[in-house]
């Protein structure tokens, strides 16, 4: 299991980005949280095995859903946590 904190800028607040993580983690069967931020970005923490994270990090680089964009992501590899086994949207 591999654990990474991204934190997300461009245009990914009302436009179901938190929504649109939150079905990409259900599809590729990772655990963590995303949340929006005060700053107008995003923060989402995400774990599970390494093609799973890779392939979801991916699909929100390049916006979950069709009104957002992403114009930079800072990702760092983070400490494995316990998630419950899910990954939950935060406010």
Not at 4 to 26: E, P
Not at 29 to 35: A, I, Q, T, Y
Request: hydrophobic share 35%.
């Amino acid at each position: 299991m591999i654990n990474y904190q991204l934190t997300i800028s461009g245009r990914v607040q009302g436009v179901g980005f938190r929504w649109g993580c939150y079905r990409l983690a259900q599809q590729y069967g990772v655990s963590g949280f995303v949340k929006n931020l005060a700053t107008g970005q995003v923060y989402l923490e995400v774990q599970g095995t390494p093609e799973a994270v890779t392939a979801f990090i991916a699909q929100v680089a390049n916006g979950p859903t069709p009104y957002a964009t992403v114009s930079r992501f800072v990702k760092h590899r983070g400490h494995r946590q316990d998630y419950g086994d899910r990954f939950t949207i935060r406010r």
